[in-house]
């Protein structure tokens, strides 16, 4: 008997920023919906081993989506984007999860993001907080480690925009900000993942990651967890955003939860996804708890 996964994989038009986008999703399982963002330069195949897991699935509809750019979502169709350069920023990052929340009308999901959509968690429990009932930031910060910031993204873009870099040693500079302790196996596949990305992608990504993600203390004081509740889950082996770092955050945001996942790095739905589900499954029974209440 074939063995087949219980993940339908679909393609939606969405309309941001006055562009029309063909977005490839995959979803699983029934219940509050939960949207999944992928970290910088790479797309929604990260989330596999969360879409295969029943204890998640049997109570939360997952929706995984790749960015514009990213993974199965083709640049925009009709538009001339090879003639300019590539680079996300705060605005579309935060109008394109609302926009396919709104597409597919769902009722105040839960948010998870990785990286990139680690910060995107943050920002979006600061700015919208009644479309949420909750965000689930891993890996996320106030802002990028500022040794990083400092680089500029003129070096970032020539670093990661030279197509030799790109391919081959996108993926192997990924193996920086991974534990040590992660299955082979799910390092390798993260280095896959980041050898398929699209030329200036990754560097585009990064002009959100590293400057436009910026919270003030006083925004952070602001967030309020009675409305949008924000969870905080950081890699103990994560050289981007150490515990420390998230830790600054948590400290400021009243309510919020955060917990360091130990033997985890960067990327720790990936990386080792048995560890992971021990530190997500307790906040979404929590956030199921709090729904039904």
Same mark, same amino acid.
């Given at each position: 008997?074939?063995?087949?996964?219980? *993940?339908?994989?679909?393609? %939606?038009? +969405?309309?941001?920023?006055?562009?029309?986008? !063909?977005?490839?999703?995959?979803?699983?399982?029934?219940?509050?919906?939960? &949207?999944?963002?992928?970290?910088?330069?790479?797309?929604?195949?990260?989330?596999?081993?969360?879409?295969?897991?029943?204890?998640?699935? !049997?109570?939360?509809?997952?929706?995984?989506?790749?960015? =514009?750019?990213?993974?199965?979502?083709?640049?925009?169709?009709?538009?001339?984007?090879?003639?300019?350069?590539?680079? $996300?920023?705060?605005?579309?990052? $935060?109008?394109?999860?609302?926009?396919?929340?709104?597409? &597919?009308?769902?009722?105040? =999901?839960?948010?998870?993001?990785?990286?990139?959509?680690?910060?995107?968690? %943050?920002? &979006?429990?600061?700015?919208?907080?009644?479309?949420?009932?909750?965000? $689930?930031?891993?890996?996320?910060?106030?802002?990028?480690?500022?040794?990083?910031?400092?680089?500029?993204?003129?070096?970032? /873009? /020539?670093?990661?925009?030279?197509?030799?870099?790109?391919?081959?040693?996108?993926?192997?500079?990924?193996?920086?900000? *991974?534990?040590?302790?992660? =299955?082979?196996?799910?390092?390798?596949? *993260?280095?896959?993942?980041?050898?398929?990305?699209?030329?200036? *992608?990754?560097?585009?990504?990064?002009?959100?990651?590293?400057?436009?993600?910026?919270?003030?203390?006083?925004?952070?004081?602001?967030?309020?967890?009675?409305?949008?509740?924000?969870?905080?889950?950081?890699?103990?082996?994560?050289?981007?955003?150490?515990?420390?770092?998230?830790?600054?955050?948590?400290? +400021?945001?009243?309510?919020?939860?955060?917990?360091?996942?130990?033997?985890?790095?960067?990327?720790?739905?990936?990386?080792?996804?048995?560890?992971? /589900?021990?530190?997500? &499954? =307790?906040?979404?029974?929590?956030?199921?708890?709090?729904?039904?209440?």
């Amino acid at each position: 008997m074939a063995k087949i996964e219980p *993940i339908q994989g679909r393609y %939606i038009y +969405l309309t941001v920023g006055g562009i029309e986008y !063909r977005v490839y999703f995959e979803e699983a399982g029934n219940g509050i919906p939960l &949207l999944l963002g992928h970290t910088a330069g790479s797309d929604g195949r990260q989330y596999r081993h969360l879409l295969n897991d029943q204890e998640v699935t !049997r109570n939360f509809r997952c929706i995984v989506f790749d960015l =514009p750019y990213h993974g199965k979502s083709l640049p925009p169709h009709g538009v001339q984007w090879w003639t300019h350069e590539y680079s $996300i920023g705060k605005k579309f990052m $935060i109008d394109f999860p609302n926009t396919l929340a709104e597409v &597919l009308e769902l009722k105040r =999901p839960v948010y998870m993001g990785s990286s990139m959509g680690g910060h995107l968690a %943050i920002d &979006l429990a600061l700015e919208c907080p009644e479309r949420y009932r909750a965000t $689930i930031a891993v890996e996320g910060a106030l802002q990028s480690a500022i040794e990083y910031v400092d680089v500029g993204m003129a070096n970032i /873009r /020539r670093e990661f925009d030279n197509p030799n870099v790109n391919r081959a040693s996108t993926g192997a500079a990924m193996l920086l900000n *991974i534990s040590p302790y992660s =299955p082979e196996e799910n390092v390798r596949e *993260i280095q896959w993942e980041y050898s398929c990305g699209g030329p200036g *992608i990754f560097a585009g990504d990064l002009n959100y990651y590293y400057y436009e993600h910026k919270v003030s203390e006083q925004e952070a004081r602001s967030i309020d967890t009675s409305k949008c509740m924000l969870y905080l889950l950081t890699g103990e082996y994560d050289p981007n955003t150490s515990p420390s770092e998230t830790q600054a955050l948590a400290d +400021l945001v009243p309510g919020c939860k955060f917990t360091e996942m130990k033997q985890l790095g960067h990327f720790p739905v990936t990386e080792d996804y048995t560890k992971f /589900r021990n530190y997500l &499954l =307790p906040i979404l029974s929590e956030i199921k708890a709090k729904s039904e209440s």
